[in-house]
């Protein structure tokens, strides 16, 4: 599974932005629908740390950092094998590099740490100015 974020890029406090990860490549019997999706960040100078995660399709849950709770909201569609985050009210402090990842799974759970996830995107640059 291939993983392509997209849709970073600079806007000032208190704007929104959405971010997209379009998933390509299949495991024999795996479908989209049946990955985790994950949303992670990473600050200069700091460890990446969980944004927000949607689990398989099936079991329709959400999970995010408290910090971003109310403002950003993860979402997926699965006829375009892409997973969203739309950002709204951003901060500087929500300034960072940000990755998608995908965990395959068969049974409903939201994994929220990194060594959880099985493949990665590369990552797109969100920068939020005073």
């Known amino acids: 599974v291939q993983l392509q974020a997209s849709g970073g890029g600079l806007v000032q406090t208190g704007g929104s932005l959405r971010l997209s990860c379009a998933a390509s490549g299949r495991t024999s019997g795996r479908t989209f629908s049946m990955y985790a999706m994950g949303w992670f960040r990473q600050a200069p100078g700091k460890e990446r740390e969980f944004v927000a995660a949607?689990?398989?399709?099936?079991?329709?849950?959400?999970s995010y950092v408290d910090s971003v709770k109310g403002r950003f909201t993860i979402s997926r569609d699965n006829a375009k094998s892409t997973v969203y985050l739309q950002m709204n009210s951003l901060k500087p402090e929500d300034t960072a590099v940000y990755y998608c990842a995908a965990k395959y799974l068969r049974f409903n759970y939201i994994p929220s740490t990194t060594s959880e996830y099985d493949y990665w995107g590369q990552g797109t640059e969100v920068t939020v100015s005073s």
């Open positions: 949607i689990s398989r399709s099936d079991y329709r849950q959400s």
